[in-house]
């Protein structure tokens, strides 16, 4: 049985709405980005991680939010325009968000509740923050900005071995 986390409506950056239910993997991966943040180089480590993976399952989801120092200031355009020049994602982005506070995106409330930090924490601390979401919806794991995306490898192919 799902999670009611993979039915959250999630606004794409270039128009239309979707669940992680809509977008068929085995497993996702959910980071809250920045451009201009000391962490904003995980995009390419993003970007290689879902040209490894994705033909093996593994969904890359990037939640632009602008909430931690300012540093995803521009709008929706710039900042996919920014991602493609400069790191050539070409995974999924979606619509700038909140993850914290009182108008905090739901799949990022449903994150945190299902995965919360360090000491039973549930806000997120800062940009990059990555959330990696089983087949089912129910098995949820949290990482920290400052890990790298390849140290999250022996845990994606684990998921996608078990899917």
Same mark, same amino acid.
């Given at each position: 049985?799902?999670?009611?986390?993979?039915?959250?409506?999630?606004?794409?950056?270039?128009?239309?709405?979707?669940?992680?239910?809509?977008?068929?993997?085995?497993? !996702?991966?959910?980071?809250?980005?920045?451009?201009?943040?000391?962490?904003?180089?995980?995009?390419?480590?993003?970007?290689?991680? !879902?040209?490894?993976?994705?033909?093996?399952?593994?969904?890359?989801?990037?939640?632009?939010?602008?909430?931690?120092?300012?540093?995803?200031?521009?709008?929706?355009?710039?900042?996919?325009?920014?991602?493609?020049?400069?790191?050539?994602?070409?995974?999924?982005?979606?619509?700038?968000?909140?993850?914290?506070?009182?108008?905090?995106?739901?799949?990022?409330?449903?994150?945190?509740?299902?995965?919360?930090?360090?000491?039973?924490?549930?806000?997120?601390? !800062?940009?990059?923050?990555?959330?990696?979401?089983?087949?089912?919806?129910?098995?949820?794991?949290?990482?920290?900005?400052?890990?790298?995306?390849?140290?999250?490898?022996?845990?994606?192919?684990?998921?996608?071995?078990?899917?």
């Amino acid at each position: 049985m799902g999670s009611p986390l993979l039915n959250v409506p999630c606004e794409l950056i270039a128009g239309g709405t979707k669940t992680l239910a809509d977008l068929p993997a085995r497993a !996702w991966l959910v980071v809250n980005t920045a451009s201009k943040c000391g962490f904003t180089p995980q995009y390419q480590g993003l970007e290689q991680l !879902w040209q490894r993976y994705k033909d093996q399952g593994l969904m890359v989801l990037g939640f632009p939010c602008n909430q931690f120092g300012g540093q995803e200031p521009g709008a929706e355009a710039e900042i996919s325009q920014f991602c493609e020049f400069n790191f050539g994602v070409t995974f999924p982005l979606f619509r700038k968000v909140d993850v914290n506070g009182p108008q905090a995106h739901p799949l990022f409330l449903a994150l945190k509740q299902q995965a919360p930090g360090l000491l039973g924490s549930k806000a997120i601390k !800062w940009n990059f923050t990555k959330f990696l979401v089983g087949a089912s919806g129910q098995q949820v794991k949290r990482y920290a900005p400052a890990t790298r995306p390849d140290k999250l490898e022996a845990d994606i192919q684990a998921l996608l071995s078990r899917s």
